[in-house]
């Protein structure tokens, strides 16, 4: 399924629309967004602080970041399996203000610490993939299989 019929420019995340990388940002209405969101991150137990619970859901690995450097070649490390396949990413803001985006996975990885300065927290999800990776800005990124629905 095609989600996102139009390009999508937020304020400060590949927001040129003669930029090669930022025509690619495709921005997903609500009910795109809560579709993907019941494939994907609604699967995992949440916490109140909008986190997902980690003591209640299964998670492949966890690893630490310090800074940008550190957060890109992660990204870089997590998501090059989905660029030789040429997949797009979701990826899902802490901040409901900031609406769903997809764009390629290579794309994602070459504007990683773009990604990290949009909001507090977010998760990327592959297209059709089976994991979700949650960025938490205390330097946490989880990586975790997405529990059958």
Not at 73 to 87: C, N, Q, V
């Amino acid at each position: 399924m095609t989600y996102g019929s139009r390009p999508g420019y937020l304020p400060g995340f590949m927001n040129d629309p003669n930029d090669d990388d930022g025509s690619q940002v495709v921005k997903l209405d609500h009910a795109e967004s809560r579709e993907l969101e019941a494939l994907s991150l609604n699967r995992f137990p949440p916490t109140v602080s909008a986190g997902l619970d980690w003591d209640s859901a299964v998670y492949d690995e966890r690893r630490s970041w310090d800074d940008e450097d550190d957060w890109a070649k992660i990204a870089a490390d997590l998501l090059t399996p989905y660029m030789s396949e040429g997949r797009r990413v979701a990826v899902f803001w802490g901040d409901l203000r900031v609406p769903t985006v997809t764009i390629p996975a290579e794309t994602a990885v070459r504007h990683a610490r773009k990604l990290l300065s949009m909001e507090p927290h977010f998760w990327i999800y592959p297209l059709g993939g089976p994991v979700l990776i949650e960025c938490l800005m205390d330097g946490q990124v989880t990586v975790a299989p997405i529990p059958s629905g």
